[in-house]
């Protein structure tokens, strides 16, 4: 048992012992059970078949399972394609599995050239202009989204249990997806092309393109949206896609992200958080989307990424993206369909 996850091993009555007394609680139950139950034989009591369904099951397991159960069950249906190269990929599809059992593409991102991406160096340099505005934001942001949200769309561990578990399983999803994508695509940081971008916090060591934290950002403000209201239109001008896009944007102040690299994160994400509302609930609508990278320029001048620019494409006016692709039909998943109903529960509640 590795040592992550030897924490589940302990045993639930030691939640109220000081750390370092576990060998002393161990002893005392031995005593304990040595002295109630002496040398008598354990007599099996009649048992049942368990009478629960599996999402209340779901709901006994410790977290960490549940977060565990939960991720392999949305994951299990994206498999991703991609025309793997030395390279890196030109392009890559991120696919749903759909309830008639064919695989459809959920988002496709096809890469910047790294003409591109050079010629953006410079606007990643201009924006070190707003660090010390941003730095606090920046630097909380590297730890966590989730206090932002909240402060917009209260979340509060004692009322809203479900919704934040809902969340945080989100995020598992697209830390997976981003960085499968990230792997297949290969594409370079703006660090690599000067030396005078010199970001303001570590540089990820893995590659650029999606932005995680766009990725993230996106899919939270998407669900907030349509956890109120499953047909809430998506807008820019919404305090959670304005969040949304500020941390997209905040990466590039720091240094570590391409505008072009925030664009096809709120594609992902946004297209990842309607594949797991689809997945909870067959009315909710989902369909394939698309980022070609290689038309993300304004004239063949380098393009920035604003509120302006995700207005564009939220209306599908953006000549790089498109949202509105065709319908996909992803097979429901019963688990976290559970999850989905309790946190919508909760909303429905807010009041009380």
Known sequence: MSLFHAKHAKHAKSDDIPDGQGALLSLALMRTRDAIAGTEDPQGRG??????APGARL??????????????ELSEDLPLSADDGVAGASSASLLCRQADGTCASLVRIDRPDLVQF?????????????RPDRAPEIEVQTHGLMP????????????????LEM???ALDLTTAAVMRLKLALACPRPTQFSDLIQPMIAC?????????????AFCLATLLTRLDDPRAPLRADDPLFRLACRIAVNRTVAGVHFPADSA??????????????????????????????????DGGAVRDFHYGILTEILNDADPATRLRGPA??????????????RARDERADQWS
Do not use: C
Not at 47 to 52: F, T, Y
Not at 204 to 216: D, E, K, N, V, W
Not at 333 to 341: I, Q
């Open 204 to 216: 990820p060591s893995h590659p650029t393109l999606p932005s995680g934290h766009a990725t993230q």
């Open 328 to 341: 996909l039909t992803p097979r429901p998943a019963p688990l976290w369909a559970t999850l989905v109903a």
């Open 148 to 163: 932002f949200f909240a402060a917009i769309r209260p979340l509060e561990a004692s009322r809203n249990p479900a919704t």
């Open 167 to 169: 969340l945080a399983r």
């Open 47 to 52: 048992g049942s078949p368990a009478m629960l």
């Open 264 to 297: 096809a994160g709120a594609v992902l994400g946004m297209q990842l958080a309607h594949y797991m509302l689809a997945r909870a609930d067959p009315a909710a609508t989902a369909h394939g989307a698309q980022f070609d990278g290689r038309l993300y320029h």
């Open 59 to 72: 709901a006994r397991l410790d977290p960490d399972h549940r977060a565990a159960i939960l991720l392999a």
């Open 118 to 130: 050079r010629e953006a160096a410079a606007m990643v340099g201009h924006y070190a202009e707003l």
